[in-house]
């Protein structure tokens, strides 16, 4: 089974860094996925990692350690807009398991 | 370009009634489907998934069930709704084969069992 762990909420200020972690604990691997969802919309696609370092995309870097069963996700120059739910995903041959999410609120 | 659609958008429906929520993808062809649920505030949590036509895998034991009665269309039903059916239901597809395949999800049905 797939177990994965983030923060429930973090809050930061416009303008500043977030970085949201992720661990997780899989029977299999296929790479690690963030996905992005603000509230009453559907998740929109983020970044993909499979292989171990960072992968950058704009304001927005992902981290993948395998061995150590973590990821993060770091927002730079934060913006209101970017106040939304953050949700961590495995990937497993043909499923993708998510977890919880973590919300973030960027305040003025 | 592929595009994915789910319908309906919004639906309140009373205690053991029926349910029918319909999604479509067009561009793709043998995409592998999925159904979604997030409750209030929760994760989404995988409900089923589909390889190809007519074949489906169940995740989680409940009184749901879906279909795949073409090649991008995918069914979610129940007979008797439930209280705790309540939440948001997304279909998502994502390609058949190879790695760093995304999900692409709909737009998302929120269903009140009431």
């Known amino acids: 089974g797939q177990n994965i762990d983030q923060p429930t909420e973090m809050t930061a200020t416009e303008g500043a860094i977030v970085q949201i972690n992720c661990t997780y604990q899989?029977?299999?691997?296929?790479?690690l996925f963030w996905y992005q969802q603000h509230a009453g919309e559907a998740p929109t696609f983020l970044s993909y990692n499979v292989l171990d370092g960072l992968e950058e995309k704009g304001r927005f870097s992902s981290f993948l350690s395998r061995s150590k069963g973590y990821s993060y996700l770091l927002l730079k120059e934060l913006q209101m807009k970017d106040s939304a739910s953050y949700l961590c995903?495995?990937?497993?041959?043909?499923?993708?398991?998510f977890g919880a999410g973590t919300t973030v609120t960027v305040r003025a | 370009s592929q595009t994915i659609h789910q319908w309906p958008a919004t639906l309140v429906q009373p205690v053991g009634s029926p349910l029918s929520l319909e999604c479509t993808v067009e561009?793709?062809?043998?995409?592998?489907l999925y159904w979604y649920r997030q409750a209030a505030g929760r994760g989404l949590q995988l409900l089923f998934y589909?390889?190809?036509?007519?074949?489906i895998s169940s995740e989680v034991p409940q009184n749901l069930s879906a279909s795949r009665p073409q090649d991008r269309q995918f069914i979610l039903s129940s007979k008797k709704l439930l209280l705790s059916d309540s939440g948001f239901y997304l279909c998502?597809?994502?390609?058949?084969?190879?790695?760093?395949?995304?999900?692409?999800f709909g737009e998302g049905s929120r269903l009140t069992v009431l």
């Open positions: 998502a597809w994502r390609l058949a084969g190879g790695s760093g395949r995304e999900l692409f």
């Open positions: 899989t029977s299999g691997f296929n790479g």
């Open positions: 995903a495995v990937a497993n041959d043909y499923k993708l398991s």
């Open positions: 561009g793709t062809s043998n995409p592998n």
């Open positions: 589909s390889v190809g036509i007519g074949q």
